[in-house]
């Protein structure tokens, strides 16, 4: 029985993030990259999160920051441009035997070819909604 995807796409994790994981390709959509990032949260793909980072904001990381305990993935909503994109979600963890959510408005953009996540936004830009 085939493992499904830690970013709750429904697809099998071999038919999802895991071909971005493994570096067999690189998603072509902000959301894609996204979950692919979400993915790697929960599985400790520690370089594959220096990756898709853009240089410019990536902070020093350690395995310490990849010891949440991830539950699931909600996509709220996305907009793709052609040179940035906008992914608002909903990452589920628990702590102190509580379930709770990280709500974040990511700002995506393309360097060098390819979707980066530079940082969190305040609120989805004027007109972007």
């Not at 994790?13 to 067999?24: A, V």
């Not at 690189?26 to 999160?49: D, I």
């Not at 853009?54 to 990849?66: G, V």
Request: a neutral charge; glycine letters at 4%.
């Amino acid at each position: 029985m085939p493992q499904d995807c830690p970013c709750c796409s429904g697809k099998p994790f071999t038919e999802c993030c895991e071909l971005y994981l493994s570096g067999s390709t690189y998603p072509n959509t902000a959301e894609a990259l996204m979950r692919s990032r979400y993915s790697a949260f929960t599985l400790g793909k520690l370089a594959y999160l220096r990756k898709t980072w853009h240089p410019e904001t990536c902070p020093e990381l350690t395995a310490d920051d990849l010891q949440t305990n991830w539950r699931r993935l909600e996509v709220i909503k996305s907009k793709q441009g052609l040179k940035k994109a906008i992914v608002e979600f909903k990452a589920w963890f628990e702590a102190d035997g509580e379930e709770r959510a990280l709500h974040e408005i990511s700002l995506f953009k393309l360097h060098k070819k390819r979707w980066v996540y530079v940082e969190p936004l305040d609120d989805w830009p004027s007109g972007s909604k």
